[in-house]
């Protein structure tokens, strides 16, 4: 068991933001409020936690260049701190486990979920909301070298027996 320490992102500026511009959502505009965007991650002090042997839990919280807080989607901090630290793996912890076809239907599990495997969910709609956030995020923490993403949930922490993979090459869609 390792010892904790409690950080956000905000401490050691570890988690620079910006103010996340107001979207144009069906035809409204959106103003998101208190929401940043990761514009960069200093990882340096969470590196010398984990090399002093404690296991960092992070807030996302992050602060703009004036000082000011902003929360930030947990997930897409979690992405961005294990492709800024060179991380081997991310687990992306979700309370339905891995990527299902049928969000009711645990036999829908799909193993695996490649990039054309996501453009065909968004397309047909089975991939949506927090499914399609998790995704992106892992589809960007490939992209900046993180060797292995699973969403799975917290029970298959372990064992990955329930887990979707998410990879970086393209195969044909899964059905």
Not at 8 to 22: F, I
Not at 90 to 99: A, R
Request: hydrophobic share 45%; aromatic share 6%; net charge negative.
């Amino acid at each position: 068991r390792l010892p904790t320490v409690g950080l956000s992102g905000v401490d050691g500026d570890l988690l620079r933001v910006v103010k996340r511009p107001p979207w144009n959502i069906d035809g409204q505009e959106v103003d998101f409020g208190w929401v940043g965007d990761v514009e960069r991650i200093e990882p340096g002090m969470v590196k010398v936690l984990l090399e002093a042997g404690f296991l960092p839990v992070l807030a996302p919280l992050g602060v703009d260049g004036e000082g000011r807080i902003y929360n930030v989607n947990a997930d897409t901090v979690a992405g961005a701190l294990a492709g800024a630290l060179g991380a081997e793996k991310l687990l992306l912890v979700t309370d339905s486990g891995g990527l299902r076809r049928d969000p009711g239907a645990p036999d829908s599990l799909l193993s695996r979920c490649d990039a054309a495997t996501y453009e065909a969910g968004l397309e047909e709609g089975w991939i949506h909301g927090g499914m399609r956030v998790k995704l992106h995020v892992a589809f960007e923490a490939l992209g900046a070298g993180v060797a292995e993403v699973f969403m799975l949930s917290p029970d298959d922490l372990a064992a990955r027996r329930r887990a979707t993979q998410v990879v970086a090459v393209r195969q044909k869609a899964e059905g």
